[in-house]
């Protein structure tokens, strides 16, 4: 069970949580991410169903390609949101929501990552079925050296760090500011690491294009 | 600026993040260096590949595991009686046949893991899990707590399922470790969990709540293999006060064909 203690201080409470009754959300004007999760917090559960349409998409995307496992990403997304609900009252009133929702990712696959690297995960046989197509067919195999799946080896070539923050770096959602905070380091430090890991990803990449030539 | 400085700096001006001040003696670097332009040119295409990287979107079940977590919280939130207890009050009421519950809140992954620590705890396999158990058990004083403690021990499929086989072969299984049973066939995310619990459940197909259970997850259940699967439990069971529900689906141009057929079949049986 993770304990209180560990959301980090920039996610700690603001303040005494809300006495408020539920705030209702109001389906005539779209409400802001951060007006929806201040519901959330204040009672409202359901808003959550929006934040997660809203915001799965883009996360799992993230997740996918930090892990390179589908079933993984689904499983650290599940947390995510598992969290979420679990920790509503840990948002801040002047938080952002996105920046909230990686650095619970970041949370949630570094969990994933530490439990990877002691042996095999249990797999229900349901997985496999719903992760049949994700398997190599003959002509994904045959095109298993076009730019994508090139791509996706050069970036599982990189140090989980780096591409965690190559990654970050790129989500639209984040400033620079978001993504230091989220890695715990400096703006400057962040766009170092950044740009480093970009070119890693670069050279695997060329260097894998180069293999795959005949 | 000479070409070391500019490839110090080439990489944050491909992602966008140099500051004009910063950017102008770069790129009046990099018009005059063929050799910084190549150099330039490999980063801004490896940057448009990463981020043309498609991914497709998670499975649907996704929003099933959340509609289920939501519901969870809201059960400690307004610390009401879960699926399978209200059920179960209502089957307790002697001669009361309009059991069917108005209100389904509780999430078959946290049941399922609910009945994970009653059973480890009833099994005594393995002592010191045991121990581990029966400490978390000392803590928690309501079920919403239960709940809570056990989503977060076992929260994939793989557990969920070795959880309901547990639990399904337990010699004799207490009126908690059934309802777990009951309420994780209703609300669990996963196809083969639910399936199981259900399986689990034909030992005690004689106890009223268990059939009351199965039919009122029947007409939520939204996977034919399931539906099917729980239309032959009733049969088995021979529950006749499934008929007017079997009737219904029958006779319901939205369900799938198989289903429709079975519930036709079953109808007659009854």
Redesign the interface.
């Known amino acids: 069970?993770?304990a209180a203690a560990e959301i980090p201080v920039h996610c700690a409470p603001f303040g005494v949580e809300s006495r408020r009754p539920p705030a209702a959300v109001d389906s005539s004007s779209p409400l802001s991410d951060h007006e929806l999760m201040l519901a959330v917090r204040g009672?409202n559960?359901?808003a959550?169903?929006e934040l997660?349409e809203r915001h799965?998409?883009p996360l799992?995307?993230y997740l996918?390609?930090l892990t390179g496992n589908?079933a993984a990403?689904?499983?650290i997304?599940?947390?995510v949101?598992?969290r979420m609900?679990?920790y509503r009252h840990t948002y801040r009133d002047q938080g952002s929501f996105t920046a909230w929702m990686y650095h619970l990712g970041r949370r949630c696959s570094s969990d994933y990552f530490r439990k990877a690297s002691h042996g095999p995960?249990?797999?229900?046989?349901?997985?496999l079925e719903?992760?049949a197509d994700d398997a190599l067919g003959v002509d994904e195999l045959a095109a298993s050296t076009d730019?994508?799946a090139l791509?996706?080896r050069a970036?599982e070539r990189l140090d989980r760090d780096d591409r965690e923050v190559?990654l970050l770096?790129?989500l639209q959602e984040l400033s620079?500011a978001e993504v230091a905070n989220i890695l715990e380091c400096s703006v400057g430090a962040a766009?170092v690491r950044?740009?480093?890991a970009?070119?890693a990803?670069?050279d695997h990449?060329?260097q894998l294009q180069k293999e795959s030539l005949p | 600026m000479n070409c070391p400085e500019c490839i110090e700096q080439m990489a944050a001006l491909a992602a966008g993040s140099l500051d004009e001040a910063a950017a102008v003696p770069v790129r009046a670097h990099l018009a005059a260096c063929p050799d910084c332009q190549r150099e330039y040119a490999t980063l801004t295409r490896t940057l448009e590949k990463l981020d043309a990287l498609p991914a497709r979107p998670p499975s649907h079940r996704m929003r099933a595991a959340l509609a289920g977590m939501i519901e969870t919280e809201k059960l400690g939130q307004r610390d009401q009686a879960p699926f399978a207890a209200s059920l179960r009050r209502e089957a307790d009421r002697p001669r009361r046949r309009a059991w069917l519950p108005a209100v389904l809140q509780m999430l078959g992954v946290a049941a399922v893991l609910a009945i994970g620590l009653l059973v480890g705890e009833r099994e005594g396999e393995h002592k010191a899990e045991a121990r581990e158990l029966a400490a978390v058990r000392a803590k928690v004083d309501t079920m919403s707590q239960l709940v809570e403690q056990s989503v977060l021990q076992k929260r994939t499929d793989g557990d969920r399922l070795e959880t309901v086989l547990t639990a399904a072969s337990a010699p004799k299984p207490d009126e908690r470790v059934i309802d777990g049973l009951i309420n994780t066939m209703a609300f669990d995310p996963s196809v083969n969990v639910r399936l199981n619990a259900l399986n689990g459940l034909y030992a005690h197909a004689d106890q009223e709540v268990v059939r009351a259970g199965v039919l009122a997850c029947l007409v939520r259940e939204s996977n034919p293999l399931v539906q099917v699967s729980m239309i032959d439990f009733l049969v088995a069971a021979k529950a006749r006060e499934a008929g007017p529900v079997l009737r219904k689906l029958a006779a319901d141009d939205q369900v799938d064909a198989d289903v429709r057929e079975s519930a036709r079949r079953a109808g007659e049986l009854l």
């Open positions: 069970m993770i009672g559960l359901d959550m169903g997660f799965h998409g799992f995307g996918t390609k589908r990403a689904e499983d997304l599940q947390n949101f598992q609900l679990k995960q249990a797999v229900d046989p349901a997985d719903a992760h730019d994508h791509l996706r970036l190559l770096s790129r620079f766009r950044a740009h480093r970009l070119r990803l670069r990449y060329f």
